[in-house]
């Protein structure tokens, strides 16, 4: 919905003012049509988001058919409430999975995607296309890809690199928090964990293992990368680069947040920013508010980790037992989007969009609960100002340009 002017706002209300019509009778009308319009315009919209973590919680043996409230941030029915048309499932293993395991785990969490979407064809339709995400958008299914997050999940061979792409994989972030052999992390150049003989960056084979992605229309995801790895990165890709779940260094000077230099690189490059919801990623005073919190709950959340209950769960707990002090851990909403509005001014709409890392997080912004929250966003961009357009842009349309830039020969 295109904004109108204030001009024709004004002559409108006149005008019914004038037939006996109230103002609060007429500001409830607005209100009530604005919060339909950022529905449907949601509902119009092709929504996109680039990574979700729930397949670690389906391997632990949670089924995303039921109802994983207080569980997880996702399940089938809140991706349809949120109107997820597509999303991207990350593929993720810590270092531990290193030569000889992280290659077979990546494709055990494919089987256990695949086996999803098999017992689900109604609601689901594997993708690597933007010709399968049409499809799947026309047949009211969800368009479900493979991303995987981590380069040691292929071990420094390009045979398991081709092979993770004809599995169907449409990013691989070149490194997790852990460096590979061949790429170094933003962890790991920013903690002096590298060895002092370890050159930050790409290696030799680091560079062809970008030149092998951009030859398969694999995107090169550069969240999680250091900084060296991003700049040797971006002076070999030779199609647009991917940024799956990363944030703004300007309002947070995290070691995976994205400076203003790296950022219009990217736009140059033709590459989209996709943000992450994660509190600890856009208010830097969030881990100070985590660590008060603990500090006077201590006894409680030990007992509850020993119990084997997870962050969400956890989450939950507080939320329930100290339901102020929990409001107070989250930053606001508006803290996202002014991360995004940021971007948008700095090197304009076409490479910003959404990569939540639902269930990969502990903490969310307020409101910003689970995937059924995400038409949120598009009432808040209305709100800011943006364009229907532009919107459309944000949520999917920068991505699906992107996978067309990379996956055409």
Avoid at 54 to 81: A, N, P
Avoid at 303 to 309: H, T, V
Avoid at 324 to 329: H, M, R, S, T, V
Wanted: a neutral charge; one cysteine or more; aromatic letters at 6%.
């Amino acid at each position: 919905m295109a904004l109108w002017s204030l001009k024709h706002h004004t002559m409108k209300y006149k005008k019914l003012l004038g037939s006996g019509l109230t103002l609060a009778a007429l500001l409830c009308g607005t209100l009530q049509a604005s919060a339909q319009d950022y529905k449907q315009l949601h509902e119009k919209a092709i929504v996109v988001d680039t990574h979700n973590d729930v397949l670690i919680s389906v391997l632990e043996g949670l089924r995303l058919e039921d109802d994983l409230r207080g569980k997880t941030h996702s399940d089938l029915t809140r991706f349809k409430e949120g109107g997820v048309d597509v999303q991207v499932f990350s593929v993720w293993s810590d270092e531990t999975y290193g030569k000889g395991k992280g290659f077979k785990f990546a494709n055990l969490q494919i089987d256990s995607l695949e086996a999803i979407v098999k017992r689900n064809p109604d609601k689901m339709m594997l993708a690597r296309t933007p010709a399968d995400i049409e499809q799947a958008v026309a047949q009211n299914k969800m368009a479900t890809m493979i991303g995987v997050e981590g380069g040691h999940m292929m071990e420094s061979n390009l045979k398991y690199l081709e092979a993770l792409h004809k599995r169907g994989t449409i990013y691989m972030t070149l490194t997790w928090n852990n460096s590979t052999p061949w790429a170094t992390s933003a962890l790991d150049e920013t903690s002096g964990k590298l060895p002092k003989n370890r050159k930050p960056g790409l290696t030799r084979f680091g560079k062809q293992v970008v030149r092998k992605m951009n030859e398969l229309g694999m995107l090169v995801d550069l969240s999680h990368v250091g900084e060296r790895t991003f700049w040797d990165a971006m002076a070999t890709t030779t199609k647009p680069v991917l940024v799956s779940h990363s944030c703004v260094h300007h309002f947070n000077p995290h070691s995976r947040n994205l400076k203003d230099d790296q950022i219009k690189a990217i736009a140059k490059n033709g590459g989209v920013i996709h943000l992450n919801f994660f509190s600890g990623f856009l208010d830097p005073e969030y881990d100070n508010r985590m660590k008060a919190f603990r500090e006077r709950h201590k006894a409680e959340v030990d007992s509850l980790r020993k119990a084997g209950k997870n962050s969400i769960e956890i989450y939950d707990w507080a939320q329930a037992n100290f339901p102020e002090e929990a409001a107070q851990l989250r930053p606001p909403l508006s803290l996202l989007m002014d991360h995004l509005d940021h971007i948008v001014k700095l090197v304009g709409v076409d490479h910003v969009g959404l990569g939540s890392d639902f269930d990969g997080i502990t903490s969310t912004p307020q409101q910003l609960d689970s995937v059924a929250d995400m038409p949120i966003i598009t009432r808040e961009l209305l709100a800011r100002g943006y364009s229907e357009e532009d919107i459309k842009k944000i949520l999917g349309e920068n991505f699906l340009r992107v996978l067309r830039a990379n996956v055409a020969s």
